[in-house]
């Protein structure tokens, strides 16, 4: 008994000695932390997005023994270090067995380091000498001490040496053969396994039958071993050795770049990016951009619309370089949305009962008014509908409609809705922001433009698994469905076929002032995606439009989205109806009965309302568009009540007029002086009215010819009866400032034309004529 104590007391004092003297090495020698890995940014299933090199210079992707195919952990142990679980981390027998085998063949031809061993000098790099060997060892005991076991092989894992700046085996394994280090066949983890030994020589992309040897040493073992049978072995053999270039994949540069800036502290992050997508997309970019000029880049965004995830993220045409600004993330800077806000007032004036999709909005000259923008065309269109204008981008009718929802409220309409808008110089709000006067992003209208997919609901694009969807109400559900009704158009129809299937989207394209930004935003029930063309450093690309530019790409990307589309179900707020110009009213409405309905149109109606036609702006003072009449029945003459003329039983009538403004471009039996009966000569006399203002010097319906020997006709011009400045146009089109009241046409080609003036109090008159330039033969 006193014998088993003295041993007892002895394996006591043994431990009490090692510990001290561990804990006096790691008072006097610290173990050295592990080099933290490369910060990494994933794809939604894992594909390595971007990496950005670790602290120590190298490429080091975190690994963990389930991450690792189990043929590598079989044959790294089986080949390495086979006692690995039963040795305090320094193998005596292994040592003297390779001590004999160097000695009996006279050169360093087996090593006796363990796994831990082989660690402890990746922690603490020693010289290859007996005083380093020491060093090892004690440091190989400290190690052991720390770490279990496993822990000891994922550092093994995460530290090994692959050749060039490849650390771990997940790092050579993805960079190496593409591949996550789970999915390593039996003869590439036999490769990986043995690279470690001498990682500059058997580099697998420089030197691959180097490589391919000193792998099949290591297959042969596992059959020497009794592991493995033959026929797998020889399988294995017959793989041969291919790997790539160890260059980290760089797909969503800019985008990897911003995470990591907004999170210093991650080492993982896992955007809901979709690998192959973003691939495709950077491929048809890379493409795409040798049409534009040296200076131009561009920016790319898809979201899906049922979980606001980004899918792909293209921040510039060509990542890093100089000319293009390639380091600036144009989804994010803040430029002139041109005319893609334009689809949110027409949602706002639908919620608000001022408008159904074939309301009359009048594209006409904004006499006396403050603003009076253009149109990118330069030239008017007279009444349009709301479909039309908006399908047209028009300007003057959604500044008509803006001035009656007001700036400032059609500002925080869009704010309520997430959309973040910057307001130039004093900030506030006027009838030019919904024609670009104000900054945004790609980013933030891309979750805007979802609300035309989501029944009026926008959204945050989420671009992290981790991010919450936040959602805000930009419109109803009826409002949204009929503006994304009215841009859902087959695109081929203006831009050619651009692909082999049929498929509608729902698109609108902007311009900003000076051509300096171009847009085209596009939404379906599942997709949200917008492109933005331009040159980053705000200066202007001549002529190129959101039509011209950007809208091709977008429908290149839509088609790469290899989707049907579907449409929206309509909500049960939106219905179709029947209804009248000029009144706007429904059909059915009895004041459309006799010939009040002169043009009718089938609409979409919110909540069952149609609402009657807008004045021009709001306030001013314009006759009615409904006028109540009385005619003498035996005269036919209109009668006017104060005037002194008695008429016994007058006949009454209600007679539906166009718009004052849009008289010019509506048929001649429809204008005011053709609908409206000759008031009583008595009473005009009487009451002074004056007669109406009058284009001279050509007939309405005339048919001009050119004088024989004559090269053009000259046509000179009056507008009688006009008040103040006069505006003359031709087809739609100003004309140069003539004197007062008189415009001199020059007409040199054939065809069909109209001429309209305007004074300064709002008259207006129209007249058609044609013009041919030979006669025909007697």
């Not at 001199?744 to 109090?761: H, I, K, N, P, Y």
């Amino acid at each position: 008994m006193k014998k088993r104590y003295r041993w007892l007391l002895s394996a006591l004092v043994l431990a009490g000695v090692a510990s001290a003297v561990g804990l006096i090495l790691d008072w006097a020698y610290p173990l050295p932390q592990p080099a933290p890995p490369s910060v990494r940014v994933l794809a939604k299933d894992g594909q390595l997005l971007r990496a950005f090199l670790a602290p120590d210079e190298t490429w080091r992707y975190p690994a963990q023994v389930e991450s690792v195919a189990p043929v590598f952990l079989e044959q790294l142990l089986a080949y390495e270090d086979r006692a690995f679980y039963y040795h305090p981390g320094v193998n005596p027998l292994a040592i003297a067995r390779a001590a004999w085998q160097n000695l009996m063949a006279g050169e360093v031809v087996s090593g006796g380091s363990t796994l831990s061993m082989q660690v402890a000098g990746l922690l603490d790099p020693y010289p290859r000498t007996l005083k380093g060997k020491v060093k090892q060892v004690l440091r190989t005991l400290q190690l052991e001490w720390h770490y279990s076991k496993q822990e000891i092989l994922e550092l093994y894992l995460n530290l090994a040496p692959y050749g060039g700046m490849l650390s771990g085996i997940e790092a050579a394994s993805q960079h190496y053969f593409g591949k996550p280090s789970l999915e390593l066949s039996d003869a590439e983890a036999a490769l990986l396994t043995v690279l470690p030994q001498r990682p500059s020589e058997w580099r697998p992309d420089r030197y691959p039958q180097r490589a391919r040897a000193a792998r099949d040493k290591v297959l042969k073992r596992m059959h020497a071993l009794g592991l493995w049978d033959i026929n797998r072995v020889d399988e294995a053999l017959q793989e041969n050795v291919a790997a790539l270039p160890p260059r980290s994949p760089v797909l969503a540069p800019l985008l990897a770049r911003r995470l990591r800036q907004e999170c210093s502290e991650c080492l993982t992050i896992e955007t809901l990016i979709d690998a192959d997508l973003q691939r495709d997309l950077e491929a048809l970019v890379e493409t795409y951009r040798q049409r534009l000029n040296a200076h131009q880049s561009l920016a790319v965004m898809v979201m899906r619309n049922d979980d606001l995830s980004v899918q792909a993220y293209v921040g510039a045409a060509e990542f890093g370089a100089a000319q293009r600004y390639g380091h600036v993330d144009m989804t994010r800077a803040l430029r002139s949305p041109g005319s893609t806000l334009k689809p949110f007032a027409y949602a706002q004036a639908l919620d608000q009962g001022l408008i159904h999709s074939h309301s009359m909005l009048l594209d006409t000259p904004r006499y006396g008014l403050d603003y009076r923008p253009h149109n990118f065309t330069g030239g008017f269109a007279g009444p349009v509908s709301v479909q039309d204008a908006l399908q047209r981008s028009l300007n003057l009718p959604v500044v008509q409609l803006v001035e009656h929802l007001g700036a400032e409220s059609f500002l925080a309409g869009m704010r309520n809705g997430g959309l973040h808008l910057q307001l130039p110089g004093s900030g506030e709000p006027s009838s030019a922001l919904v024609l670009g006067g104000a900054g945004t992003s790609l980013e933030s209208l891309l979750g805007a433009y979802s609300s035309l997919g989501r029944a009026g609901m926008a959204g945050t694009p989420r671009l992290l698994a981790s991010s919450p969807e936040t959602s805000r109400w930009m419109s109803s559900p009826g409002a949204a469905w009929i503006t994304w009704r009215i841009l859902a158009q087959d695109p081929w129809r203006a831009l050619g076929a651009l692909g082999q299937r049929e498929w509608s989207l729902a698109w609108k394209t902007g311009t900003s002032y000076g051509f300096r930004d171009t847009w085209a935003m596009g939404v379906d029930s599942n997709w949200t995606l917008g492109v933005w063309v331009g040159r980053p450093d705000g200066n202007p690309s001549p002529g190129e439009s959101g039509r011209s530019l950007a809208a091709p790409l977008l429908f290149r990307v839509y088609e790469r989205l290899g989707q049907v589309d579907a449409a929206a179900p309509r909500p049960n707020s939106v219905e179709q109806g029947e209804i009248c110009w000029p009144l706007g009213s429904r059909a059915t409405h009895n004041a459309n009965e006799g010939d009040n309905c002169l043009q009718s149109h089938q609409a979409w109606l919110l909540n069952g309302t149609a609402p009657l036609t807008l004045p021009q702006k709001p306030g001013i003072t314009m006759s009615g568009l409904l006028r109540r009449v009385q005619i003498d029945p035996e005269t036919g003459y209109r009668f006017l009540p104060g005037c002194g003329q008695e008429v016994v039983q007058p006949l009454t009538r209600q007679l539906a007029l166009w718009p004052q403004q849009a008289e010019p471009w509506v048929r001649p039996e429809w204008r005011r002086r053709a609908r409206l009966p000759a008031v009583v000569p008595a009473c005009e006399a009487a009451l002074g009215l004056a007669e109406p203002v009058k284009i001279i010097g050509v007939e309405d319906g005339s048919l001009l010819w050119l004088p024989a020997g004559r090269d053009a006709l000259e046509l000179d011009l009056k507008l009688v009866g006009a008040a103040g400045s006069v505006n003359w146009y031709l087809d739609g089109r100003p004309l140069p400032a003539g004197g007062m009241n008189r415009q001199t046409l020059e007409l040199s080609r054939a065809g069909q034309f109209r001429v309209s003036a305007v004074d300064s109090a709002g008259n207006v008159d129209s007249i058609e004529f044609s013009f041919r330039l030979q006669q025909p033969s007697p």
